[in-house]
């Protein structure tokens, strides 16, 4: 069975920042602002859920029977809240009518395999962890989390977000936040908790461009893209590659993501701007995979694995003790090469010390 780091505690981690739903939530739309605040007040019950669970322990769960296969099941809350709803789909059942169930399945497998093949884990604790999923939860229910057990997908109003399980990287993302639950498990809060975030964008894009069989250049480096729907002002709830152009909107805002220390955004909302201030790590990654070209996943996202899981990160780092940990990834697997050069040049570039 698997075991947490020492000090771990589980977080409650979502894909949509609380900061977007604030801004809906007093939308002049009433049915809007209805829907946002029900989200709101759901996510505030799973929080306490997660922390009441981290006391009393979570029940234990056994590996997958066969080793490096993924062993997944998909539950249906038919909308309500209560986990893990009925159980519609197991691993190696053959697809059904419900196109969220089988985009879950699928984006529970493509998880699996990057993981497995890019980088040698075996599902998100490296000892075969079963993953498991709930679709249509709750009433138009704006978001998508980790739960520090499972994935939960909403449907989205359909007026301003779309079903959870459309874009492959949502799945991923939430998915990685169990990854790092499970190895360098970074405080949720502040530039820890940033770095959290960025970590799940990172594989979140890293498992959208492995499915798609893309490369670093044809990559968008999108967050969500497909997620909002067809009247909102946007593309994706996150730009890596350009942070703070992935929406401008009347109802949702502008995104307030900056691309580097210059524009650090300090707050005491939604965790210490967990989901603001990643945007800063979330370019540096860019720029190291652009920077070397090819597959994202095989230098650049080998330089992330190695930094988040050798076990040398405490759970309070921040972005300058992050950065020189993954200048001295890059040098330990690859040497001082274009590698190391790449890192050092991409924190540099988002103002971020990294020697």
């Given amino acids: 069975m698997a075991t947490h780091r020492p000090g771990f505690e589980p977080v409650f981690c979502t894909i949509v920042p609380p900061h977007v739903l604030d801004k809906l939530a007093t939308s002049g739309d009433p049915q809007l602002a209805a829907a946002a605040r029900r989200t709101l007040i759901a996510d505030a019950a799973q929080r306490t859920a997660r922390r009441l669970t ?3 322990g979570a029940p234990s769960v056994a590996p997958a029977a066969e080793p490096d296969k993924p062993q997944r099941t998909i539950h249906d809350a038919k909308h309500k809240q209560d986990l893990p709803g009925k159980k519609v789909r ?3 059942d053959k697809p059904g009518k419900d196109a969220t ?9 493509a998880t699996f395999e990057l993981f497995l093949k890019g980088f040698g884990r075996n599902s998100i604790d490296g000892q075969g962890l079963p993953l498991i999923a709930t679709v249509h939860f ?3 229910y704006g978001n998508a989390f980790w739960n520090g057990e499972q994935m939960v997908f909403g449907d989205g109003d359909g007026e301003i977000f779309l079903d959870f399980t459309i874009p492959v990287d949502v799945i991923g993302h939430e998915l990685a936040h169990g990854v790092t639950q499970y190895t360098a498990n970074l405080t949720y809060f502040g530039q820890p908790g940033a770095l959290n975030e960025s970590m799940s964008d990172v594989f979140g894009s890293l498992i ?3 499915t798609l069989g893309q490369n670093a250049e044809d990559a968008d480096w999108l967050i969500g ?7 909102v002002t946007g593309k994706a709830l996150r730009s890596m590659k350009e942070p703070g152009s992935a929406y401008d909107d009347d109802v949702l805002g502008k995104d307030p993501q900056p691309a580097t220390m210059d524009g650090y955004v300090r707050t005491g909302r939604d965790n210490g701007g967990v989901h603001i201030n990643s945007g800063i ?3 540096a990654f860019y720029l190291v995979a652009e920077a070397l070209g090819g597959n994202a996943w095989e230098r650049a996202g080998q330089i992330w694995y190695d930094t988040l899981t050798a076990g040398g990160l405490e759970v309070d780092a921040d972005f300058v003790t992050f950065a020189k940990a993954t200048v001295a990834a890059a040098a330990s697997r690859y040497g001082e090469g274009e590698e190391h050069q790449a890192v050092v040049k991409a924190w540099s570039q988002v103002g971020v010390p990294s020697s």
């Fill in 54 to 56: 981290t006391v009393v």
């Fill in 90 to 92: 197991g691993e190696g």
């Fill in 101 to 109: 169930v089988n985009r879950a399945y699928a984006g529970l497998g």
């Fill in 138 to 140: 709750g009433e138009n």
């Fill in 208 to 210: 959208k461009q492995y």
């Fill in 225 to 231: 893209a497909g997620l909002l729907a067809p009247s």
């Fill in 281 to 283: 790590p979330n370019h």
